[in-house]
């Protein structure tokens, strides 16, 4: 699992570049994979900040709801942070399963 949640960071990092629209859309299917195998594995019966923060990227980054800013200089700071988040987990799983 900590692969695929550092491609998905390198996803979210790729996205601050003007790339086409079908991009995106597949940006908004990986992260949404990635946030609900994160939440399936780490939900354990109580709302932690954790299960809160990647509730939330899996409502922002919903590929069948899509929520649309409009605007690139808005997203650009909700792919960074995202990026991180996974990024994060990714290390926090490697060091977990070494």
Do not use: C, Q
């Not at 019966?45 to 808005?74: D, Q, R, T």
């Amino acid at each position: 699992m900590n692969k695929l949640f550092y491609v998905i960071a390198v996803a979210l990092i790729l996205a601050v570049f003007p790339l086409p629209i079908g991009y995106y859309t597949l940006l908004r299917i990986l992260v949404s994979i990635g946030a609900v195998i994160f939440l399936v594995k780490e939900f354990k019966g109580e709302f932690e900040l954790w299960i809160i923060v990647f509730g939330i990227m899996l409502i922002v980054f919903n590929p069948l709801i899509p929520i649309y800013l409009y605007s690139k200089a808005l997203w650009i700071p909700i792919d960074l942070a995202a990026a991180g988040i996974f990024a994060y987990w990714g290390y926090k799983y490697e060091r977990k399963n070494s």
